[in-house]
Each structure stands twice: as structure tokens, then as C-alpha cells.
């Protein structure tokens, strides 16, 4: 079982920075992959990044050069880096786990990021 606990959401302006961390605990031996979603209003939930242990990252085209992914192996921690943040970035932000030996995957259960004047 594995528990993830998300933090950093907040109001911001158009052009500011925040930064959202993913904590995770419990049995994270087998994952190898983390990723970050969003879901806005009314939209499905989209991928924005994936790092894996060894830290490759990928982040989705709509955030490129803005968003950095990033994760501190030591302390099963997740983080994403948003800057110059557009009022379509608002949504809902996730945390996900990559696979385990099973097939499961976990969710945090969310963190609200608006961005607005």
C-alpha cells in the first residue's frame, strides 16, 4: 500500500511561480516512475510531467520551458516547479505513481492551483 500526500496549491498571478510536492510513504520499492496530472473544469485529466527513479523527465508540450519535474529519492519525494503560470494552468493537480510488481497504480488526492488576477 502506498499513501501520497500532496502540498503546495494556492492562488497565484498570472506570471508568478509555485511549487507542488508529492510525499509518499509506504511500500515504494517496485515503483520506478512518478508523474504529475491535472484536471481542469470540465477537461479530462492530462499528464503534465514523469520522472523516473533515475531521473529521466518528460513533461507535456503545453508546459514545456514553464514546468520542472523533480524528486528526492531519500525522502520518496516528488516535486513540480511551475513557472510563469497561465490562467489556463488552473486546475487540479495529482500525483500518481508509476506501476508496482502488480499493476497498481496510487493517487494523491489532489492539490487546487488558480491562477488569477
Known amino acids: 500500500q502506498v499513501q501520497l500526500v500532496e502540498s503546495g496549491g494556492g492562488l497565484v498571478q498570472p506570471g508568478g511561480s509555485l511549487t507542488l510536492s508529492c510525499a509518499a510513504s509506504g511500500n515504494m520499492f517496485s515503483i520506478n516512475s512518478m508523474a504529475w496530472y491535472r484536471q481542469a473544469p470540465g477537461k479530462e485529466r492530462e499528464l503534465v510531467a514523469i520522472?523516473?527513479?533515475?531521473?529521466?523527465?518528460n513533461v507535456a508540450d503545453s508546459v514545456k520551458g514553464r514546468f520542472t519535474i523533480s524528486r528526492d529519492n531519500a525522502k520518496n519525494t516528488t516535486y513540480l516547479q511551475m513557472d510563469s503560470l497561465k490562467p489556463e494552468d488552473t486546475a487540479v493537480y495529482y500525483c500518481?505513481?508509476?506501476?508496482?510488481?502488480?499493476?497498481?497504480?496510487?493517487w494523491g488526492q489532489g492539490t487546487q492551483v488558480t491562477v488569477s488576477s
Open positions: 500518481k505513481t508509476g506501476p508496482t510488481v502488480y499493476g497498481v497504480y496510487y
Open positions: 520522472i523516473t527513479t533515475g531521473g529521466d523527465t
